[in-house]
Each structure stands twice: as C-alpha cells, then as structure tokens.
C-alpha cells in the first residue's frame, strides 16, 4: 500500500496538519485539511482558524482562504468574525468582486456575521467605493447598526468619482433606517453633486432633508 493510500486516524491528522501550519508551509497544510475532510474527520476550530490566518499571511491565497470559509460553513463551525471578514477583503483586492459577495451572503444565511465597518473601511482604502456601497446596502437590509460615518464616507467618496445617483441611492435607502439628521456632514456634497450631474429632483429632496435639521435644531 502505498503512503498516500493510508488513511491515518482523527489525531495523527491533527497533528499533522498543526505541524505544516507551524511551519507556514501552505501546500501541505491545505493537502492535510482535503485529506483530513475527505476521510470523514472535522479538524478542530483553532485549526480551522489556524490554516486561515497563515493563507491571510501570504499573498496570492484568496481563492484557498474563501475555500476555508466555505468549508466551515458547510459543517457550521464558529466562524471568526475578524478572519472571515479579511477572507472576504482579501477576495476583493484580488479582484475576485463576484466570489467576495457570494461569501458574504454565504456567511450571514449561515447565521454569522462579518464587521462591515472594517470590510468598508478596507474596501475605500482599496478605493472600491461602489463595492463599499454595496456592502453597505446589504447590511441595511440585515438590519446592522453602522455608525453613520461610515455611509458618509463612503458618500462622499461616490461623488468624489461622480456617482452622485449611486450616493443618493445610498443615502435614501439609509435615511428608512437612521433619522436625516445622523448624515448633516455629507448632505451639502451630495446636494451639491446631484446639482452637478442634473439630478436636480434628487437634489431638491436633499435639500428638504437638510432644511428640517435645521429645523429641528431651533
């Protein structure tokens, strides 16, 4: 029989998998979790978390550390907020748009969630300001509690690269969830955008928005 026909028990793949993740070397790490899965054993969640922190380590894993993810989801275990959600901003610096949100909507129908603030706060530094809209419309429609900075960040970035009709969407699907007041840093630019690129309709219900702060502050 030859080695790779010997199926070793739950604790010698343990071990060795925990060994290859020590030594950083990601092709046998990644081999040994494909065994291990394939015989039937559930590496332990530490291990899990373990295989996905060295594939965040090195460039060039994407695609392996979402495979990870998808793994545990498909036998419910605990995810790590914080390593799922840089799995996920790795996928879109790699350009991998499709794959990123196909996990994000993977993870939370699996009942786990991801930092939003952090992915969006990766998502404008990358200056992928739609995705981070995205993202943002999602998480209204999960119900998160995002400080309102962050959809005024991502707000003005959208006018900034004249998506002023994206901004608004953005805007007026947040102002269901938060009062109009919470946004008065990013109202006036994205009245003044909308004025810009011809959405004056939209400008205009802006600027009624920006007028009953001002009221309700007298």
Not at 73 to 96: A, E, Y
Not at 107 to 120: H, I, Q, T
Not at 149 to 160: A, G, H, K, W
Not at 174 to 190: D, H, K, P, Q, R
Request: with cysteine.
């Amino acid at each position: 029989m030859v080695m790779r026909d010997l199926k070793p028990d739950y604790e010698t793949s343990e071990v060795l998998l925990k060994g290859f993740i020590l030594k950083g070397d990601i092709a046998f790490a990644m081999e040994a979790l494909k065994r291990m899965l394939d015989n039937g054993h559930r590496p332990s969640t530490d291990t899990f978390h373990s295989i996905l922190s060295l594939l965040l380590r090195k460039d060039g894993y994407a695609n392996e550390a979402a495979d990870v993810v998808q793994w545990m989801l498909d036998r419910k275990i605990l995810q790590n907020v914080d390593l799922s959600t840089n799995v996920v901003g790795k996928l879109f610096g790699n350009g991998l748009i499709e794959r990123a949100f196909d996990l994000v909507v993977k993870v939370y129908a699996s009942g786990f969630r991801l930092n939003m603030e952090k992915l969006v706060d990766i998502l404008c530094q990358e200056k992928k300001f739609l995705e981070a809209r995205d993202i943002l419309l999602f998480s209204l429609e999960k119900k998160e509690e995002l400080d309102p900075p962050v959809f005024c960040r991502v707000i003005d970035e959208l006018c900034s690269i004249e998506k002023a009709s994206e901004a608004f969407d953005l805007f007026y699907k947040a102002i269901e969830e938060y009062t109009a007041g919470v946004f008065c840093s990013c109202m006036n630019s994205l009245k003044v955008a909308l004025e810009q690129t011809g959405g004056l309709k939209e400008a205009e219900f802006v600027c009624k928005q920006i007028s009953y702060v001002k009221f309700a502050k007298k």
